[in-house]
């Protein structure tokens, strides 16, 4: 089983920027393709980006391209999600999630197996 932990959220004005941090458990964290998904009060839970299992392949949101990065250190079990040029839009709790082991990227949420607990990120006007 991987464990995930969500940090970094906060309060952002708009154009600024936050990064977040998705720290996972175990020797196999590197196998496992790692997802970022928000969902905004009232809506429904949605994909913003995901990451192959060695960092190789990236794959973002289209609302988000150009302002969001994702990255992976595997030697410190840990992933990343820059966000730059924020806008009250992307309010929302951030989820981190863990897919099966090997699989490629993917943006269905059934996909992923282990997810954080979420970081709250609120952007003002």
């Known amino acids: 089983q991987v464990h995930v932990v969500e940090s970094g959220g906060g309060l952002v004005q708009a154009g600024g920027s936050l990064e977040l941090s998705c720290a996972a458990s175990?020797?196999?964290?590197?196998?496992?393709?790692m997802g970022w998904f928000r969902q905004a009060l009232g809506k429904d839970r949605e994909f913003v980006g995901a990451i192959s299992w060695r960092g190789s392949r990236t794959d973002l949101e289209d609302s988000v391209k150009g302002r969001f990065a994702i990255s992976r250190d595997n030697a410190k079990n840990t992933v990343y999600l820059q966000m730059t040029r924020l806008k009250p839009e992307d309010t929302a709790v951030y989820f981190c999630?863990?897919?099966?082991?090997?699989?490629?990227?993917?943006?269905?949420?059934?996909?992923?197996?282990?997810w954080g607990q979420g970081t709250q990120v609120t952007v003002s006007s």
């Open positions: 175990g020797r196999a964290f590197s196998t496992h393709s």
């Open positions: 999630a863990a897919s099966h082991p090997f699989m490629a990227t993917t943006r269905e949420a059934g996909d992923y197996n282990y």
